[in-house]
């Protein structure tokens, strides 16, 4: 009988940072140009007789001032965040992780995956499908708590008989049961608890980019025709744990 056990992963998950936003320097920069636009307008047409309260003008000045410095402040810390991601993460260069996948690859009858729930279930099926797409496996976990879950497959299916190594995919239905009827109301039927699907690779190498801190992972996308793992690239902060 084929079997599906839940893993124990040997270190916490990955810490992340989303990378520097441009939004606060292009709304500064973009009221400081505002204003002086409308200073030099006022300039223009103010009452020769009543002309503007110069303390005023200097205060918005100061006051616009003192936001960009804010928003220069910001930027800086946010860039140091990101920096400070990149080289925890280039420690771990070498190292397996779950990153979004649906990829398992089978050897010596052992594949190692995981999934990542939204909230509680109280009912959890893994489906395992060859490349056919057919369901070579089904089974029940039962219940299980919200978060990151690493799990392993032993390779047997549901007739009894060893898959061959290799690539296999794998689907997760997670659901909550609803509540039981009662004299005054019905049953409420059972909903759907997200679940993200998660494979397991190697990290390889970290980049920074436009996009963010990016993570190069090997195997998330399976082997390619000569038993090669296939590299990805994905989001550092979408790398859910270390194993």
């Not at 920069?29 to 303390?55: C, I, R, Y």
């Not at 392993?152 to 239905?173: E, H, L, M, Q």
């Not at 998330?220 to 793992?229: A, F, H, Q, R, V």
């Amino acid at each position: 009988m084929s079997t599906v056990s839940s893993a124990t992963s040997t270190t916490g998950t990955t810490n992340s940072s989303s990378s520097t936003s441009s939004v606060f320097g292009g709304n500064a920069t973009q009221l400081q140009s505002e204003f002086m636009t409308l200073l030099v307008a006022q300039l223009k047409n103010q009452d020769p007789s009543n002309p503007m309260d110069n303390s005023q003008m200097v205060g918005q000045m100061a006051q616009l001032s003192q936001l960009q410095a804010t928003t220069n402040l910001n930027t800086t810390v946010l860039s140091g965040f990101d920096t400070s991601s990149m080289l925890q993460a280039a420690g771990k260069i070498g190292s397996k992780v779950l990153a979004p996948g649906s990829v398992i690859n089978l050897s010596s009858g052992s594949a190692s995956f995981g999934v990542n729930l939204a909230s509680a279930a109280d009912s959890m099926q893994v489906s395992i499908v060859d490349s056919t797409g057919s369901t070579i496996d089904t089974i029940n976990m039962g219940a299980q708590s919200a978060g990151v879950i690493p799990l392993s497959w032993d390779g047997k299916t549901s007739s009894g008989t060893t898959a061959p190594d290799g690539n296999y995919s794998f689907k997760v239905v997670a659901t909550k049961n609803g509540a039981a009827a009662t004299a005054t109301s019905a049953a409420t039927s059972d909903s759907a608890v997200a679940a993200t699907t998660l494979s397991v690779g190697t990290l390889q190498a970290i980049s920074n980019s436009s996009a963010g801190i990016q993570a190069s992972v090997t195997g998330i996308g399976g082997l390619d025709s000569k038993g090669n793992p296939i590299s990805s690239s994905v989001a550092l902060s979408s790398i859910q744990q270390f194993l």
